[in-house]
């Protein structure tokens, strides 16, 4: 018997690296999708990215209302004495410390929730139509921001206003968004229908 058939067969383990590079998902599969990411996880990462913006915002206006509260409420007993404004200045800070988390946390939620539930009916209108284009958010955008004027019970000038803004913005990010699916080399009905004309 041979010196290399005495020896024990050695099993190759996987290096740790080469188990957690390959995606469980093939990033072909994904080429047709909005932003390279499935409905779920694209939902995920718009309604937080939104919310740590909007809780960025609302913490700072949180933190300016506070203050002009807290000088209108004493602005008719300021303090005389040195330590007397020692805790004046540590009583407004503690005030604008908390009117900042609470409107962060508020407006974070809002920011979230609104976009969490736009990307949602994006989402739905994309499966009900069967096909990922411009038309789905330009429809979510319009609606979504009607809903919002409705909600908030502006005029009809103003709704007007935010209703038409809305709707454009949801035009270009959706015009935006078929730009990166076919630069992917996704399929893009219009964009495609275009190609063949042309060729």
Known sequence: ????????????????????????????????????LTPLNRLQALASTSAIIGS????????????????????????????????????KNYEMIV?????????????????????????????????IDFINTTLACFVGTGLYTRYKQLSVLQASKMIRKGTIVGLMLGVAQDMMIYARGGKVWYLDEVKKRLY
């Open 1 to 36: 018997m041979s010196k290399q058939e005495t020896q024990p067969q050695l099993l190759q383990q996987p290096h740790s690296l080469q188990l957690i590079s390959k995606p469980e998902i093939d990033i072909d599969d994904l080429r047709n999708e909005r932003l390279h």
């Open 56 to 91: 960025m915002l609302g913490f700072y206006e949180g933190v300016q209302k506070s203050a002009a509260r807290y000088l209108v409420e004493n602005a008719h007993r300021l303090p005389t004495t040195k330590g007397g404004w020692y805790f004046y200045h540590k009583r």
């Open 99 to 131: 009117g900042g988390m609470t409107g962060g946390v508020k407006t974070g939620m809002k920011f979230g929730g609104f976009v969490a539930a736009l990307s949602f009916f994006e989402s739905s209108l994309d499966y009900g139509r069967g096909q």
